[in-house]
């Protein structure tokens, strides 16, 4: 298990299916996430059952809080190259309550310490809705640089919206 000063990121195990079938059915939650078509409590059971081994590849963890032990989001590296070290970061916070309160900081700062010293990354990139404050704010805290914007790239609600692309250089991390 990796922890920080808030939260623990471990391993998904098939018994973390019901949180994120709940979170991925909560509109609130994936306002700024492309959500696809919706699934099953069964259907995310059997992907977390099916779910490839973390690896070099790709490295999905669970965010728990580390004073509780709750189950509250997931993160993960992947798209990893190893010829150019580079990797893109995915997170969210699933539990509402939770929004706010240090704990998607944390963990980036976690998954991203992760990411340069064990798996000898370079950069780690990330794609974020411009709209969305709360997450851009989160990645500017752990050192993340905004690189540039693809205009008109996410719609929601009938609107198109563009990306920030964001990224950290090893050494730049925060915290």
């Not at 411009?130 to 929601?156: P, T």
Request: net charge negative; proline share 2%.
């Amino acid at each position: 298990m990796l922890t920080g000063d808030l939260v623990r990121l471990r391993a998904m195990e098939p018994s973390d299916a019901e949180a994120l079938w709940r979170w991925n059915s909560d509109p609130e939650v994936m306002r700024w996430m492309d959500d696809g078509y919706p699934k099953s409590l069964a259907q995310v059971a059997a992907r977390c059952e099916e779910r490839e081994a973390n690896s070099y590849d790709g490295v999905l963890l669970v965010i728990e809080t580390l004073d509780e032990g709750r189950l509250i989001g997931i993160t993960r590296l992947g798209d990893t190259e190893p010829e150019t070290g580079s990797a893109e970061l995915d997170l969210y916070i699933g539990e509402k309550d939770c929004w706010g309160r240090g704990y998607g900081t944390d963990a980036t700062r976690v998954v991203c310490r992760y990411g340069f010293d064990r798996m000898r990354l370079h950069s780690i990139a990330l794609w974020v809705v411009a709209e969305n404050a709360a997450a851009v704010r989160v990645y500017e805290k752990a050192g993340f640089s905004v690189d540039g914007r693809r205009r008109h790239s996410f719609r929601r609600d009938g609107r198109w919206h563009d990306h920030l692309i964001m990224t950290l250089l090893e050494g730049e991390l925060t915290g």
